[in-house]
């Protein structure tokens, strides 16, 4: 009785008008339209009543038949096929005479030729002209008797021989068939005791100043509010997690005192490749690792001063030391246009506009790159690198590994330790491991190194210390949402948008 009670004192506006309608299947159609309330203020009140345990609304698919335009108009007048049959009942006639006498359409009489010949109810004939004879005068047509029920109607209540007929007029667009959900209600116990109590309108619902003064809320009930009830949960606008965690990388670089780089997916050769002393023939050019633009396939070169620069360091090492690779470095090669394969192509660029006043500099970036590979639960074709470079006469390797120690402490990662390696454009060069500390193992994330003269000469005009990082921050974002299938990243569910926490380290 205490939770009948309870139950009554707190029902809403909108649940104390439809109470008095409730009983055990009705529709919420049927509910809509007896209580005078919209159709959403009672799906809403439903919800609230469900939620209380005084009922569940119960969801069931019915398939439903209703008339087309076609056939409202042969309910009145009859098939085609039976005005057809009308027409020859004085003897055999031209397919031109049935038409004329029938007002039948083309479609409509070559539909019904085709029906009749099929249940053997004519018999055509070839002289000038197709001459037809009825073989049967009093034919039954089952499907003329179907389309004089009523609709619509449940596709539930035909026999099988109706279901067979009615999907032969659903093929000649006479009648349509569509799946309608019904949603009805089904009373609980504590429902069907909430109807026989006296649901009354005289409740106060807010008490207010003038309610106060005019002594007005004297001899009322004042509703109970339920704090227990469940709530819809309200999802807030946020920016996608992956955008939150790049967001949060950046303004880690802007309080070291780096300033961001930033610049086109779209890229030449040139820059992507040739400007960081990668030679035309390497493999990372191929198609099995690049994409190539088809339409424009090729882009221009920067001023020809660079041009010759990047071209002397391939092939004789330059002003640098270095032979060089030792070919013929192709200009048409350079022009090709790709998908930048990585965000170091900013950090080439950015290097060939500074002036000696600029330095010492510190620059970053972060941003999207592309490889061709296979995709899987650990590869994309498109993946989010942190570029960075140090251009500083006083630099030296020990910087390097202090900037990068410093950026993953803040990312989460207290320890990283590094290991040789060989990049085309860096020596020395390191690989980036840090150390989880939840799953005690070492994570590979990247490279780094000391750009090489033949980049940096090429590109500054003098050999200036250049330290440089690249490493990819996809791995470090799986870490951080606990997700082990990188196509996780980009899959747009709605529900893991809604609910993935906000990067907070």
């Given at each position: 009785m205490t939770n009948l009670l309870e139950l009554a004192q707190n029902l809403h506006p909108l649940e104390r008008k439809l109470v008095p309608f409730l009983k055990e299947g009705?529709?919420?159609?049927?509910?809509?339209?007896?209580?005078?309330?919209?159709?959403?203020?009672v799906v809403r009140a439903l919800q609230w009543l469900q939620n209380k345990n005084a009922l569940n609304i119960q969801t069931e698919e019915k398939e439903i038949a209703t008339l087309e335009k076609t056939g409202e108009e042969y309910k009145n007048t009859g098939l085609p096929e039976q005005k057809f049959i009308q027409a020859l009942k004085n003897g055999a006639k031209t397919l031109t005479e049935i038409q004329e006498q029938t007002k039948l359409s083309p479609q409509e009489t070559n539909s019904c030729l085709g029906i009749l010949k099929k249940n053997q109810l004519v018999n055509i004939t070839k002289e000038k002209e197709l001459i037809i004879t009825l073989?049967?005068?009093?034919?039954?047509?089952?499907e003329e008797q179907l389309l004089k029920k009523n609709y619509p109607l449940e596709t539930a209540q035909l026999t099988k021989e109706e279901k067979t007929l009615l999907e032969n007029l659903k093929k000649r667009n006479i009648i349509k068939i569509q799946l309608k959900k019904t949603k009805t209600v089904q009373l609980t116990e504590?429902?069907?005791?909430?109807?026989?109590?006296?649901?009354?309108?005289?409740v106060i619902e807010s008490l207010t100043p003038q309610l106060l003064k005019s002594q007005n809320w004297k001899g009322k009930t004042f509703r109970k509010y339920d704090v227990k009830i469940n709530v819809p949960k309200i999802y807030n606008g946020k920016r996608h997690f992956v955008k939150q965690a790049i967001q949060y990388a950046k303004n880690v670089w802007l309080e070291m005192g780096f300033q961001e780089m930033q610049g086109s997916i779209v890229q030449t050769s040139?820059?992507?490749?040739?400007a960081l002393f990668t030679a035309q023939d390497h493999p990372v050019r191929d198609m099995q690792d690049t994409f190539?633009?088809?339409?424009?396939?090729?882009?221009?070169?920067?001023?020809?001063?660079?041009?010759?620069?990047?071209?002397?360091?391939?092939?004789?090492?330059?002003?640098?030391?270095?032979?060089?690779?030792g070919y013929k470095w192709d200009e048409e090669e350079a022009k090709k246009n790709v998908l930048r394969t990585?965000?170091?192509?900013?950090?080439?660029?950015?290097?060939?506009?500074l002036k000696e006043s600029d330095l010492p500099i510190k620059l970053f970036s972060v941003g999207k790159c592309f490889r061709n590979e296979a995709v899987d639960w650990c590869h994309l074709a498109e993946f989010n690198q942190t570029e960075g470079i140090v251009i500083d006469p006083n630099a030296n390797f020990q910087h390097l590994l202090g900037?990068?120690?410093?950026?993953?402490?803040?990312?989460?990662?207290?320890k990283a330790r590094f290991r040789p390696a060989h990049f085309p454009y860096t020596e020395p060069s390191i690989e980036i491991d840090v150390y989880h500390p939840v799953h005690k193992k070492w994570i590979e994330l990247g490279g780094a190194g000391m750009f090489r003269p033949e980049v940096v000469i090429s590109l500054l005009g003098k050999d200036v210390p250049v330290l440089a990082w690249g490493p990819g921050f996809d791995r470090i974002i799986l870490d951080y949402y606990k997700i082990k299938d990188i196509r996780e990243l980009y899959k747009n569910d709605l529900e893991q948008l809604r609910t993935t926490k906000m990067w907070l380290k």
């Open positions: 009705i529709s919420i159609s049927e509910l809509t339209e007896k209580s005078n309330l919209k159709d959403v203020e073989t049967n005068n009093k034919p039954v047509f089952l504590l429902g069907k005791e909430l109807l026989k109590q006296k649901i009354t309108d005289n040139f820059w992507n490749f040739d190539f633009i088809k339409n424009p396939s090729t882009g221009k070169l920067p001023d020809k001063k660079l041009v010759k620069q990047v071209k002397e360091a391939h092939e004789t090492g330059g002003k640098t030391k270095s032979t060089g690779w990585h965000t170091t192509v900013l950090s080439a660029q950015t290097l060939a506009k900037y990068l120690k410093e950026f993953f402490k803040k990312m989460g990662f207290p």
